[in-house]
Nanobody
């Protein structure tokens, strides 16, 4: 099974940076994709960035060139480096393991979906 814990949200001024972390505890399960999602008030949850086990990445058009997804397998940690933050980046950010992200990226999944509790990112103008 998989448990996810996200960290790093907060209040930041536009133009500044934040790094989100998601620590995964994985026991007797395989993961083929990891992703960051966000949901702003009144909007649908959207995929911000995803990364496959092979290292292929995908980004929402709105964050390309500003955000970078990465992972540290030795620490079982997923990261989202967010630079040049804009007020429209304000949302609750969630990390996801496997099914949802894998399918969104056209990758094989292992039939289970895991979500971390959201962390709030607020960008002031």
């Amino acid at each position: 099974q998989v448990q996810l814990q996200a960290y790093g949200g907060g209040l930041v001024q536009a133009g500044r940076s934040l790094r989100l972390s998601c620590v995964a505890s994985i026991v007797d399960f395989s993961i083929n994709a990891l992703g960051w999602y966000r949901q702003a008030p009144g909007k649908q949850r959207e995929l911000v960035a995803g990364i496959t086990s092979g290292g292929r990445t995908s980004y929402a058009d709105s964050v390309k060139g500003r955000f970078t997804i990465s992972r540290d397998d030795s620490e079982n940690t997923l990261y989202l480096q967010m630079n040049s933050l804009k007020p429209e980046d304000t949302a609750v950010y969630y990390c996801n393991a496997d099914l949802t992200t894998a399918r969104a990226m056209g990758e094989r999944d292992y039939g289970r979906d895991f979500w971390g509790k959201g962390t709030q990112v607020t960008v002031s103008s």
